[in-house]
Nanobody, 125 residues
Framework: QVQLVESGGGLVQTGDSLMLSCVTS????????MGWFRQAPAKEREFIVA????????YYGDSMKGRFTAFTDNAKNTVYLQMNSLQPEDTGVYYC??????????????????WGQGTQVTVSS
């Protein structure tokens, strides 16, 4: 059974950092593309980053470069999202997702087959 479990969210202040984790279990994800998305209240799900497990291919959303960094630990079957200089507009539920096809539409939520339950990030001003 495929499972993605996020953790690491919480309440922080403007300018703080957080690191989210996504532990995967089930079949081998080695050929999957792993993505991070977020969703603010009353807004559509927003693409943050997509990465291969090797880290050789990483694609960031246009407004995500610089403050967000994704990396993987294959030994722990875990994908991480390091977030720095957090702002109130970063508030939302953050999701980890897996795309078994690894296609070109890595930025589209519909491309992903599996999703975690999400972890809440709240940035106070």
């Amino acid at each position: 059974q495929v499972q993605l479990v996020e953790s690491g969210g919480g309440l922080v202040q403007t300018g703080d950092s957080l690191m989210l984790s996504c532990v995967t279990s089930g079949p081998s994800f080695s050929n999957y593309v792993m993505g991070w998305f977020r969703q603010a209240p009353a807004k559509e799900r927003e693409f943050i980053v997509a990465t291969s497990w090797s880290g050789g291919s990483i694609y960031y959303g246009d407004s995500m470069k610089g403050r967000f960094t994704a990396f993987t630990d294959n030994a722990k079957n875990t994908v991480y999202l390091q977030m720095n200089s957090l702002q109130p507009e970063d508030t939302g539920v953050y999701y980890c997702a897996a795309d078994s096809m690894g296609g070109a539409y890595y930025y589209a939520a519909a491309s992903y087959d599996y999703w975690g339950q999400g972890t809440q990030v709240t940035v106070s001003s």
